[in-house]
C-alpha cells in the first residue's frame, strides 16, 4: 500500500501540471480569439447561439431595398460593447415592464391651439423653460395642433408599453427597410413604427407593397403610419422631427424608444441594444459621437458649406442666439459629456423626465430656427436643469449598429425626386452678423476666439 502511494506521487503531480499547461492554453486562446473579435467587431455577444429571426419579408426586386449602401472603412475597435445573454435581456426587461409604476417626478405639458404644431414661441418664452425645477409648470411640447393620424393608430401606439423601434420617411425620401438580427422574443417585446407621408405611402402602393384601400397598412416588422402633412409643416425635415423627438408623447405608455433615420439597417437585436447602451450604463439617452466634429460651431460652418439648409441668414441668427446665451466650445470641463455634437441618426432613450424634457426643449429650438438637430444639441443639453444623463459612444460602435445607405435619388416611380428645399433659394448671411461694432463675428467672437485657440495648440 506504501509503495502504491508512494509512486502515485509524480503521476499527481504530472496531472495537475498538464491541467494548468491545458487551462493556460485554452485561456490564452481565448484572449486571442477576444483580442481578435474586439479588434474587428465592436460587439461580444456571450450567447452566439441567439435565436435569431430570419425572413422578415420578402421585397419585389423593383425595390431595391439593398440599392446604395454606403460603405465603411474601419477595420479596428477599440471599444467593444459587451452583450448580456439575449434570454437575460429579454427576462430583465420583461420585468421592468411588469414592475414599471410610472416615472419618477411628473412632467406636464401645455395645452391648446396655435398657428402651428409647436405654438411658434419667441427666444424669451423658450428659454424660460429651461430651468424645470417646479412640477406644477407646463411645459410647450408640440401637440398645440392636433397629430393627424387615424384613430387606430393611434390606439396601437397606446398599446406599445415597453420598447419602441421608430423611424420616418417623408416625400419619398428613402427606403423601408428590415431590421436583421432581432431574437425569437424580440417582437413580443418591442413594437416598430414608421410614419409616413402621402407620397412616400403612394411609393410604397406603386411596388405593390400595400394597397392604398387598406385601413392598417404593415410591411414586415413595422406598422406604417400615414401623417396628413398637409396639416402640418412645409418642410418634410420638420414633419420627421415631430415623431424624432416627441417619441415620448406619441407613445405615452413606452419605456424605452430607439430612434433611427430611415436611411439606416438596424443590424442589431433592439433590446440588446437598448440594455447595453441605456440600461447598464443608467442613463436617460444613448447617441453616437460625430465621426469629424466637437464643437457645435463646426457643424454649423459645415451645414452652411454644404448647403444642408437653405437658409444660411437663419443659421447665423441661431448661432448668435446661442452665443449670446452662453454657448460654449466644447472643452474638457464638459465632462463626463465627450463631445457637443452628435451623430444624430440613431437615439436610444429611457423615457422620464430627464429625456422627456430635453426632447421638448429640443423640439422648440427646431421649430423656431429649423430641422437641423445637431445645432441646438449642445446647447439645450448644458443649459437644462435638471441635467440629463447621456452616454456618447464611439463613431465605430454606431458603425457597427447600422449600415447607412445614400437617399433615394428617383422617386419609386422612376421620375426625378422632387426636393421641397431645393425650391427655395439660398439665403446669405447678412454682413452685420459677421461685424459688430467693428469687431469679428459679432456675439460669437469669444466662441470662435476659444474653438479655434484650442485647436491651434
Given at each position: ?74 477595420s479596428t475597435c477599440s471599444s467593444p460593447v459587451f452583450f448580456s445573454d439575449y434570454w437575460d435581456v429579454v427576462k430583465e426587461i420583461e420585468n421592468l415592464r411588469k414592475n414599471f409604476r410610472g416615472y419618477d417626478g411628473v412632467l406636464r405639458y401645455m395645452q391648446g391651439n396655435a398657428d402651428t404644431f409647436g405654438g411658434n414661441l419667441s427666444t424669451i418664452t423658450r428659454l424660460s423653460y ?328
Amino acid at each position: 500500500m506504501g509503495k502504491l502511494i508512494t509512486t502515485s506521487k509524480p503521476l499527481i503531480l504530472k496531472s495537475k501540471l498538464l491541467c494548468f499547461s491545458l487551462f493556460y492554453l485554452f485561456t490564452t486562446l481565448f484572449l486571442a480569439l477576444y483580442t481578435t473579435l474586439s479588434q474587428s467587431k465592436c460587439f461580444f455577444r456571450s450567447s452566439p447561439s441567439d435565436p435569431i429571426l430570419n425572413s422578415l419579408f420578402n421585397y419585389p426586386s423593383s425595390y431595391g431595398e439593398h440599392k446604395y449602401a454606403i460603405s465603411t472603412t474601419r477595420s479596428t475597435c477599440s471599444s467593444p460593447v459587451f452583450f448580456s445573454d439575449y434570454w437575460d435581456v429579454v427576462k430583465e426587461i420583461e420585468n421592468l415592464r411588469k414592475n414599471f409604476r410610472g416615472y419618477d417626478g411628473v412632467l406636464r405639458y401645455m395645452q391648446g391651439n396655435a398657428d402651428t404644431f409647436g405654438g411658434n414661441l419667441s427666444t424669451i418664452t423658450r428659454l424660460s423653460y429651461f430651468n424645470h425645477r417646479n412640477d406644477s409648470i407646463v411645459v410647450p411640447c408640440g401637440f398645440l395642433k392636433q397629430f393627424p393620424v387615424s384613430n387606430s393608430d393611434k390606439i396601437a401606439m397606446e398599446k406599445c408599453d415597453n420598447v419602441v423601434v421608430v423611424s420616418a420617411i417623408f416625400n419619398d425620401h428613402d427606403k423601408i427597410r428590415q431590421p436583421k438580427g432581432l431574437g425569437s422574443k424580440t417582437l413580443e417585446n418591442a413594437c416598430f413604427f414608421m410614419f409616413v407621408d402621402e407620397v412616400t405611402l403612394k411609393g410604397l402602393a406603386y411596388h405593390r407593397l400595400i394597397s392604398i384601400k387598406s385601413k392598417e397598412y404593415k410591411i414586415g416588422v413595422w406598422r406604417i403610419v400615414k401623417v396628413a402633412t398637409e396639416k402640418l409643416y412645409q418642410s418634410p425635415a420638420m414633419n420627421g422631427i415631430i415623431p424624432k423627438y416627441l417619441v415620448h408623447r406619441l407613445f405615452p405608455n413606452s419605456q424605452f424608444s430607439i430612434w433611427i433615420d430611415a436611411k439606416l439597417q438596424l443590424m442589431v437585436d433592439p433590446l440588446l441594444l437598448i440594455h447595453s447602451l441605456v440600461i447598464n450604463e443608467n442613463v436617460d439617452m444613448a447617441i453616437s459621437k460625430h465621426p469629424f466634429y466637437v464643437h457645435t460651431m463646426e457643424e454649423a460652418m459645415a451645414t452652411a458649406r454644404w448647403k444642408k439648409w437653405w437658409d444660411v441668414n437663419g443659421l447665423k441668427v441661431q448661432m448668435e442666439t446661442y452665443c449670446e446665451n452662453g454657448m460654449e466650445p466644447w472643452s474638457p470641463r464638459k465632462l463626463p459629456y465627450a463631445s457637443d455634437v452628435p451623430d444624430s441618426a440613431l437615439i436610444l432613450r429611457r423615457h422620464g423626465v430627464g429625456n422627456n424634457l430635453f426632447s421638448c426643449l429640443m423640439f422648440n429650438e427646431l421649430e423656431a430656427f429649423n430641422p437641423r438637430d445637431q445645432l441646438p444639441f449642445a446647447f439645450v443639453r448644458d443649459h437644462m436643469n435638471p441635467k440629463m444623463k447621456l452616454n456618447m459612444f464611439e463613431v465605430e460602435v454606431f458603425e457597427q449598429v447600422a449600415v447607412e445607405y445614400r437617399h433615394n435619388l428617383k422617386s419609386s416611380d422612376g421620375t426625378s425626386l422632387k426636393k421641397v428645399s431645393s425650391s427655395r433659394r439660398t439665403k446669405r448671411a447678412k454682413p452685420d452678423l459677421y461685424v459688430n461694432n467693428g469687431s469679428c463675428c459679432g456675439g460669437c467672437h469669444k466662441y470662435l476666439s476659444t474653438m479655434w485657440g484650442e485647436s491651434n495648440d
